[in-house]
């Protein structure tokens, strides 16, 4: 006979939802309650790394660097799914290396698209 779930079997997931949504809150409140509030010239100025802001932050850059890290982020993910693969390689059998070339291949498949459209190239 199988056990049907009911709202009962909910009420933890619930409390811990409301205690962590209570701790947040009391957090927020107590640390501005509690908190200094000295608001000086000199704290209300941008401050970046210990050097003064010199002119305006809306200066238009090249799009190269969002698309590097955005590369970087892509292929240093797909490389995480190596490692399991490494760990368990015995278990996998013939099949788990078939499989892992075809991703490999697939990744090297988009890099050499990536190095083809020129996205890498700092001209």
Known sequence: ???????????????????????????????????????????????????????????????KYFLVA??????DVEVIFMYPWAVNFRDFGWAGVIEMFIFMGTLLLGFIYVLKKGALDWE
Do not use: C
Request: charged content about 15%; glycine content about 6%.
């Open 70 to 75: 955005i590369l970087f982020v892509l292929f």
């Open 1 to 63: 006979m199988e056990a049907q779930s009911t709202p009962v079997n909910y009420l933890p997931i619930i409390f811990q939802m409301i205690v962590a949504l209570g701790f947040v809150v009391v957090t927020m409140v107590v640390t501005h309650l509690v908190g200094p509030k000295r608001k000086t010239a000199d704290k209300l100025i941008p401050f970046e790394s210990g050097i003064e802001s010199i002119g305006n932050a809306r200066q238009p850059f090249s799009i």
